[in-house]
């Protein structure tokens, strides 16, 4: 058994601040979590005066097998599958360092997120726990195709599914419109699939008890993702052939479905913002604040990995990603909420993790500071725990925080 004491606890459930806290852990788990002197006796204590501990973060949108420097598309048939599982784990080192304890992976090829998440399970490899959604469901030559997962009717896009699901998927992920990034692909506003597909995929993650994360960038994908009942919504943007247009009428249907939005806010933006105009990121920034305001329920996922119009998104920019939900007006307290025990539930790991409650795993961050009062405290991590596991740094230096 093990004492953590810190200054404060932030233990993740609405608004609870315990100051001078502690919380008892027993090897994965925690047992208890109250004032200074509640967990008894102990045979290790680590005191943390002028810290404040919380529950591990959660990126609820990562892609451990990109790498910004590499194409992905002719990457394919230059990079083996061996050394992409290295790459993957190297950056799966990077986010746990940088105090992420969950990252739900929303494609990756060969099933190598599944792998890596076993490995990382077993203490062979130093990462967050990993939710994944291995092959995304995606049109013939739609978004993301070359990582494996093409279906165009109903009875492929079941078949491809229930193939995930088999190889041991924790949730599904479906490209619900086109994207960005693969050439000759839909371009973002142009919709894959519509409600009744979308909602075969829903169907067969529920016979496993799983979630749906659906990326929509079109408004009508949107929409569809809606009716459909995915659990989240990726990115979320709007976007028509005529550019963003938020809209009211629709955010409000996706506030009464409940739906979770990621709307993949990362450190990039004060970059993107230079590189691609102010007016263009200033409007997506205000469209995600007005979502906020209409009650949608959104949660922190940064699409690391993905290269945003040629500016590299790596995969240690989780914190720069939640200060630019504060640029936005949020408040500190609802931002780490977004990060933790929200994004915790939208990855369908809520029972297990998210928040510092008995029984719970022990993930949890402590960093000097108090990030209720200043957000960038979450970068001066002294502690990183993952089922209990402390993280050490393997003493190679490639962990850089990104600022812009
Ligand atoms: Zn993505």
Redesign the pocket.
């Known amino acids: 058994m093990r004492i953590i004491r810190a200054a404060k606890v932030l233990t993740g459930r609405p608004g609870e601040v315990i100051e001078n806290g502690e919380i008892l852990i027993d090897g994965p788990r925690i047992v208890s979590v109250g004032p200074r002197g509640s967990a008894g006796e102990a045979g290790e204590v680590l005191d943390l005066p002028g810290h404040t501990v919380l529950p591990g973060l959660v990126d609820a949108?990562v892609?451990l097998g990109f790498d910004p420097q590499v194409d992905p598309v002719t990457r394919r048939s230059a990079e083996s599958d061996a050394h992409l599982l290295l790459r993957m784990a190297e950056n799966a080192r990077k986010l746990v360092s940088a105090g992420v304890t969950t990252a739900r992976d929303?494609?990756a090829r060969g099933f190598l997120d599944l792998a890596l998440r076993d490995a990382v399970e077993e203490g062979l490899a130093v990462g967050p726990h990993i939710v994944a959604a291995t092959r995304p469901i995606t049109i013939t030559g739609g978004h993301c195709w070359y990582m494996g997962g093409e279906a165009d009717d109903e009875a492929a896009i079941r078949r491809v599914a229930r193939e995930n699901l088999r190889a041991g998927a924790d949730c599904l992920k479906v490209m619900a419109s086109g994207g960005q990034m693969t050439p000759g692909a839909p371009p973002s506003w142009v919709p894959q699939y519509g409600t009744e597909q979308l909602r075969a995929v829903v169907e067969e993650a529920a016979t496993r008890g799983k979630g749906v994360a659906a990326?929509a960038h079109a408004h009508a994908a949107i929409r569809s993702a809606v009716e459909a009942g995915v659990t989240t919504i990726?990115h979320c943007t709007f976007f028509t052939p005529s550019g963003h247009r938020y809209d009211p009428k629709l955010v409000e249907l996706v506030a009464a479905s409940g739906t979770y939005v990621c709307p993949?806010v990362h450190g990039v933006f004060d970059r993107l913002r230079r590189v691609h105009g102010e007016e263009t990121l200033d409007a997506w920034l205000s469209g995600v604040a007005r979502m906020r305001e209409a009650g949608v329920r959104q949660i922190a996922g940064t699409?690391a990995g993905?290269a945003v119009g040629e500016v590299a998104n790596p995969t240690d920019g989780y914190v720069g990603g939640l200060e630019v939900f504060a640029m936005a007006g949020y408040r500190n307290a609802e931002i780490i909420e977004l990060a933790t025990v929200l994004a915790a539930d939208a990855c369908g790991v809520g029972e297990v993790a998210g928040s510092l409650d008995p029984g719970k795993r022990a993930d949890l961050i402590a960093v000097a500071g108090d990030p209720l009062e200043r957000i960038a405290d979450l970068r001066n991590l002294s502690l990183v725990l993952v089922s209990g596991r402390s993280v050490t740094q393997a003493g190679v230096d490639t962990t850089t925080l990104s600022v812009g």
Do not use: A, V
Request: charged share 20%; glycine share 12%.
């Open positions: 949108h892609h929303l494609g990326h990726e993949t699409d993905f």
